[in-house]
Each structure stands twice: as structure tokens, then as C-alpha cells.
């Protein structure tokens, strides 16, 4: 008997989300490697703030990923681990040499707004599914994150991010 069958899904309702899963998986990778060189290559007004930050962003990441690929699993997907297959499928651009604060975070505002907008996409699905513990899961990842654009934005005081050194 498959995992599915235990959990009263339906295999072909299940793929979709196990896709979107993916995508999402591929999404959380490259943001996290992005908030790690942010972390690592910050630099000016803000370091101390900022670089904490980032470390305590990367670290959610982390979990984050963790908790997808997890959830690919039960759902009988199966997660890449190859690095190269999730620059393939992500819609987040890979970001390098970023030392100042604004860019770092007008990154992170953009990357926000693309995963907030694939997660309610994905807690949709999963409703149509009706598989509770992706919504559930999703509604979580909303949650944490409209506070922390909210912070985010509160930090940046209505500046334009992005620009340094003007």
C-alpha cells in the first residue's frame, strides 16, 4: 500500500502539489545560498543588524527546505538534491557580490514577494487537494513572512532599497 492511501489522498490531485513542492523547493535553495552571501558579504552602516539578520533569515531557509522536501516525500514526490536542478526550475535569480545593505535587501522584498506569491498559489492547490498539512504548512509560511516584509519595509523607512553609494 503507498503512504498516500494511508493519508486518504488522491495520487493524481497529490502530483500537482508534489510539483509545485518542487518549484517552491528549488525557490527556498537559491534564497538561501543568496541570504548566505549576504550574510557573508555585507559590509557599511547596518553590518551588525544586518548580518544577524541575514544569518537568522538563512537559518529559517534552511528549515524551510528541510520541511518541503519532507513534505515531497510523504506525498510520494521525490526531492532533488542537485543544486544544478534548482537553478534549472527556480524563479529566483541567483544573486552574487551584493556587500551593500539596500541591495541585499531590495533582493530579499523581491524574493519575498515571488514565494508569497507562489505559496498562496500552492495553499490553493493543496485546499483543492484537500490536503490540510500543506495548507496548513503554507498558511504558516505566510504568516512569518508578511511580518517580516512588514519588519523589513519598517527597517528601510520608506528609502528606496537597492541604491548605495548615492
Not at 13 to 26: E, G
Not at 66 to 77: N, T
Request: hydrophobic share 40%; glycine share 8%.
Amino acid at each position: 500500500m503507498k503512504t498516500l492511501d494511508y493519508l486518504h489522498l488522491n495520487e493524481t490531485t497529490s502530483a500537482n502539489v508534489v510539483a509545485s513542492l518542487k518549484q517552491l523547493l528549488a525557490d527556498f535553495q537559491v534564497h538561501y545560498m543568496n541570504l548566505r552571501g549576504f550574510h557573508w558579504n555585507i559590509k557599511g552602516r547596518g553590518f551588525f543588524v544586518l548580518h544577524a539578520k541575514f544569518e537568522e533569515l538563512y537559518n529559517d531557509a534552511a528549515e524551510k527546505v528541510d520541511q518541503i522536501a519532507e513534505r515531497i516525500l510523504m506525498l510520494g514526490g521525490s526531492p532533488s538534491n542537485k543544486f544544478s536542478d534548482y537553478l534549472n526550475l527556480s524563479h529566483v535569480a541567483e544573486i552574487g557580490g551584493v556587500s551593500c545593505g539596500d541591495q541585499a535587501l531590495g533582493h530579499i522584498l523581491e524574493t519575498y514577494r515571488h514565494l508569497i506569491g507562489e505559496e498562496r498559489k500552492l495553499l490553493s492547490q493543496a485546499s483543492e487537494a484537500g490536503d490540510e498539512v500543506t495548507v496548513s504548512m503554507m498558511t504558516d509560511y505566510l504568516e512569518e513572512q508578511e511580518k517580516m516584509v512588514w519588519m523589513l519595509c519598517a527597517y528601510a523607512d520608506g528609502k528606496p532599497l537597492g541604491e548605495c553609494g548615492k
